[in-house]
DNA sequence: ACGTTTTCTGCACACGTTTGCACGAACTTT
DNA sequence: AAAGTTCGTGCAAACGTGTGCAGAAAACGT
């Protein structure tokens, strides 16, 4: 049905040779014949299949973006840096989440083999190990973003430094004045948990402040409502903290939201510091200190960094890894204790 | 590179013929032969290339996805809708946003025409005119979500009732008392705007309440710096209103941000709803009265329509419009005025 | 005038599948 | 035992491109 290059060759009165050089502007076609092919396909609504050409040249021009959830605000700007990044590029995007779901996982890598994509951007946490060495044997670039499970030269990683984020947190919070500082965490979210409230000790530390158990409470999820049930455990303490870092700005709003329900304020009894800097952090009340995580470039660096990986040969080598850094903002919610 | 059914064949003796039949479970292949062929491929790590398959059969098995923004919290849970339905399909998931920005609405067109995509999901309130004739040209299903701009014969469509939510908001307002209702509207909005505004005014005349056009704001965008910079104007107004419906969520945001910074109270002073009830609706100060419209039932009965009109017979005529009605949610920014 | 180089175009095959048709073998029917 | 039927398999062509090689035509140098 769609129009071919032999049917333009037919009616330019060429072989189907010279259109499809033409079209790609092969150097040994004249200049003439040129313009009066491309000028042929326009008027015809010439589109050229994908198909055809990926079966002949082993490149599909599509890239495969995995991710754990869709709905996540984070993983969504990070989706924004990647397509504004791949958007000017010849390359299309194809978009999977995997819930965590071993079943769902291994169909969703199995599409983008099929597929054949040129390459694959991974940013989900979890990552069924043989899943992972399924995907390394297909020869193509594999990018992890935040996540540095894997020790593998094969992989490529871009991540944010979260330590030294909540370092900083930590460090504002002491500034201020702030003794008792307490972390709200989630367990359900691996490494990037870890390193957040390694970040927290590790200010501490340098504070010179001493590390209280029962200020370390790891809830499971990173929704509001973890927030709630983790604020409350905080509250019924003999001597609750005068400040909370969060794992994540969700978890922080439901904790101001129970240390309102108890008939505290924020932040005059207590602060309260999230992590990401999600769109309507600024817009709760009090407004948010947080940390804002460069998600838009993530997307973005790792995208870059597999369409560096695609044009060069392959021999090049090419740094495996870039670290991010973000930014303290500070905003209502924290303040001295009184 | 890869292995090809060739190469199986070579291994099990037989002709590639077979081996295609075997694997897709021909009927005319004798069963011992069908286990035998698909051991092997398993063992050779067989996988199939989409591009020769889509070649010879003329069905890509990916469906495009063209959105407007993809860190908008509605699409997100649109797309979710679709990448639930369309996983345990065979279908794949092309994704791509348009910004408004024509040259790249025609580029992704483009690019989706080249891969030849089965079937096409628009939720982009402005889709260029030729752009669309463009893709009507190709023979493939197109389905608008919240878009009745076309009244168009080749093209699906499944939006919400947006008219009847905003005459239910503005009802519930007239029932707790509020006599002095405005809205707080987004121009850049297009038809939704429109259709929001007309709920609001029909609510009123059935109530048997004035149209007051300095109570109907229209603001340019859909972000909360909008929604306080109409409050700020209605607030200006000799006499102010006690109730303010806003076009989405965000402004609400907004619109409660400005009220709580001219010394008054939500929703003592002046009650808010908003629209959308996005995920965090219910954790601002005080819980957003809104509408929730089912984002994730639109983008999955999108993509079952999809899905249905591409396994029917072109023939058999389908429904080509499926409405989803929303829901009241009453929370705490509104009640009655004192 | 000829041979040589340069410029342009076409032939034919390849990429990895699917599929209409034909063919041989085994099995059933008369 | 011959003819018809079913079953399982292979041949070959096709889908729409890209590309090495050869070859024709034109331009050049002597």
Do not use: W
């Not at 054949?116 to 190990?129: A, E, K, N, Q």
């Amino acid at each position: 049905m769609a129009v071919t290059i032999k049917d333009i060759a037919k009616k330019a009165g060429v072989s189907h040779t010279t259109v499809s050089r033409a079209l790609n502007d092969h150097p040994a076609i004249s200049k003439e014949t040129v313009g009066r092919i491309k000028l042929l396909a326009e008027e015809l609504d010439y589109v050229p299949s994908a198909a055809a050409r990926g079966l002949k040249t082993n490149r599909s021009l599509v890239l495969g973006v995995i991710v754990h959830r869709i709905e996540d605000p984070f993983l969504t700007d990070v989706l924004r840096g990647i397509e504004d990044t791949l958007n000017p590029s010849e390359y299309s995007l194809f978009l999977a989440a995997t819930k965590r779901d071993p079943e769902r996982e291994k169909r969703v890598i199995q599409a983008m083999a099929e597929r054949r994509v040129d390459g694959i951007i991974f940013s989900s946490l979890y990552i069924g190990v043989q899943q992972l060495r399924y995907l390394k044997q297909i020869d193509i670039p594999i990018v992890l973003i935040n996540n540095q499970t894997m020790q593998d030269p094969d992989v490529y990683l871009v991540y944010h430094q979260d330590v030294e984020a909540t370092r900083q947190l930590t460090q504002h919070l002491v500034d201020l004045g702030h003794r008792k500082i307490a972390y709200l965490g989630s367990a359900r979210s691996g490494r990037t948990n870890v390193k957040r409230q390694q970040g927290y000790e590790e200010g501490l530390e340098k504070a010179g402040l001493p590390l209280c158990p029962e200020y370390i409470i790891s809830g499971t999820t990173s929704r509001p409502e973890n927030g709630i049930n983790g604020m409350n455990g905080l509250l019924a303490l003999a001597d609750p903290p005068t400040a909370v870092i969060c794992y994540n700005d969700m978890i922080a709003i439901g904790a101001i939201k129970a240390i309102t329900q108890a008939g505290l304020s924020v932040p005059h009894d207590i602060s309260v510091a999230g992590f990401d800097n999600i769109d309507l952090a600024q817009y709760v009340t009090p407004p948010l200190t947080t940390f804002h995580q460069p998600r838009y470039q993530l997307g973005q660096e790792a995208a870059k960094m597999i369409l560096h990986i695609l044009q060069q040969d392959k021999g090049a080598q090419r740094p495996d890894a870039v670290v991010l850094h973000g930014e303290l903002i500070i905003r209502q919610s924290t303040v001295s204790p009184h």
